[in-house]
């Protein structure tokens, strides 16, 4: 069981926009930035999203990220079948003294 | 370009140690904090631990606490991770992170496979 929450699987078109949430708690999300990382199948993950809505160098504006209170979103805009991968959440728990990651979000480009 | 490589997996039987090895470059490492983040097969990702910059500060996951050590030599750019009385649970692809200062994982290797088993 993850400290943070999200769905396990999204689906949409080609083109088509999506969004997938991240749902935690005040000693988590509340407090602290959130990071969203994409893993390609077979791949490292590879960090989208630092800081709640900062895209490292590289990373299209398709993907967009934002918080509010304890629950974070991340954004995905023109979907491409090379966007096919999981979705994960992170943040620090300052409860916890730890990092958390959510459970993983499947998406398919139908 | 950030670059990490661990090292040092393999198969181990429960109750015994083993010794990961991370190399970075490409980065002021001896700035830097340093996270294991490893991921079971097939399942998601689970953070295990964070080293600041110098050392001086040590976090783990709690299924790991009293087992594992984070440790790093900034001398040679890399980071470890003993794991002692290793379980089959711990089985997983162990990779290292650089830190964020959001102390949040940034680019992170390939990893390493570890696996518990009799």
């Known amino acids: 069981q993850s400290v943070l929450t999200q769905p396990p699987s999204v689906s949409a078109a080609p083109g088509q926009k999506v969004t997938i949430s991240c749902s935690g708690s005040s000693s988590n999300i509340g407090n602290n930035y959130v990071s969203w990382y994409q893993q390609l199948p077979g791949t490292a993950p590879k960090l989208l999203i630092y800081?709640?809505?900062n895209r490292p160098s590289g990373i299209p504006d398709r993907f967009s990220g934002s918080k509010s209170g304890t629950s974070a979103t991340l954004g995905i805009t023109g979907l491409q079948t090379g966007d096919e991968a999981d979705y994960y959440c992170?943040?620090?728990?300052?409860?916890?003294?730890?990092?958390?990651f959510g459970g993983g979000t499947k998406l398919t480009v139908l | 370009q950030v670059q990490v490589a661990e090292s040092g997996g393999g198969v181990v039987q429960p109750g015994r140690s083993l010794r990961l090895s991370c190399a970075a470059s490409?980065?002021?490492?001896?700035?830097?904090?340093m996270h294991w983040v490893r991921q079971a097969p097939g399942k998601g990702l689970e953070w295990v631990a964070l080293i600041s910059y110098d050392g001086n500060n040590k976090f783990y996951v709690d299924s790991v606490k009293g087992r594992f050590t984070i440790s790093r030599d900034n001398s040679k750019n890399t980071v470890y991770l003993q794991m002692n009385s290793l379980k089959p649970e711990d089985t997983a692809v162990y990779s290292c992170?650089?830190?964020?200062?959001?102390?949040?994982?940034?680019?992170w290797g390939q990893g390493t496979l570890v696996t518990v088993s009799s």
């Open positions: 490409g980065f002021t490492f001896s700035s830097s904090g």
């Open positions: 992170g943040t620090w728990d300052s409860s916890l003294s730890a990092g958390v």
């Open positions: 992170a650089r830190s964020l200062s959001s102390s949040l994982p940034d680019s």
């Open positions: 800081d709640n809505n």
